[in-house]
């Protein structure tokens, strides 16, 4: 049972450079969301998702697109790399939004901007 | 707005030093709380959650947790810590029809041999 998965675990950029984040989950979630982790600021939302072709900004969007196909797949796209992008981002799903939902993490994308 | 606030940000324990992490949030209405665990270099996974009845809540690893309504509070407590509890520690709260969890800023636990 693989859960939550991203790729890839390390990535480091180089200022300008674009990249996508992938985030696949084989829970038939609903449900699905980007966070970023700084230390120190706990988790902040990116953008978010309630089903195949619906996509909402979260608390923190600018410098990110996200696109949602399919069910199981929610990437995560920097077009213009910039060191304030330097974290470390979480993808999460879970059955549904609201009462109660439990959210299932992947293990977490260290991206470095140089 | 709705907020989650976990009062202790770094807490150093002793091995069997019994421990208390802090969580309020602010909301009115009907809420459900989760606390989750992040040991180093892994992923957040659930520790316990609450969504109705007994407001005392057992979770994984001898960990246990408290909803008072009237104070709006949701603390983390075990009796007995153990080296390998080390981790950081967040409180969220998913209040009335909010798609989303709100996050407190985390709670860093090290705990000493």
């Known amino acids: 049972n693989a859960g939550v998965t991203q790729t890839p675990k390390f990535r480091i950029l180089k200022i300008g450079q674009s990249m996508t984040l992938q985030c696949t989950q084989d829970m038939n979630h609903n449900y699905m969301y980007w966070y970023r982790q700084d230390p120190g600021m706990g988790l902040k939302l990116i953008y978010y998702s309630v089903g195949a072709g619906i996509t909402d900004k979260g608390e923190v969007p600018n410098g990110y697109n996200v696109s949602r196909s399919t069910t199981e797949d929610f990437p995560l796209r920097l077009e213009l790399a910039a060191p304030s992008q330097t974290s470390v981002y979480f993808c999460?799903?879970?059955?549904?939004?609201?009462?109660?939902?439990?959210?299932?993490f992947g293990q977490g994308t260290r991206l470095t901007v140089v | 707005a709705q907020s989650v606030s976990q009062h202790n940000h770094h807490v150093i324990l002793s091995e069997a030093a019994s421990l208390e992490l802090g969580c309020n949030y602010s909301y009115g209405g009907t809420v459900n709380l989760f606390w989750y665990v992040q040991y180093p270099g892994q992923h957040l996974q659930l520790l316990l959650k609450?969504?109705?009845?007994d407001p005392l809540v057992k979770g994984i690893k001898g960990f246990e947790a408290e909803f008072i309504k009237s104070k709006f509070s949701f603390n983390l407590r075990k009796p007995s810590v153990q080296w390998s509890d080390t981790a950081e520690y967040f409180c969220?709260?998913?209040?009335?029809?909010?798609?989303?969890?709100?996050w407190g800023l985390g709670t860093s636990l090290a705990v000493n041999p």
């Open positions: 609450y969504f109705s009845g």
């Open positions: 999460a799903s879970s059955s549904r939004g609201g009462a109660g939902t439990e959210a299932f």
């Open positions: 969220a709260v998913n209040a009335g029809n909010n798609r989303k969890l709100i």
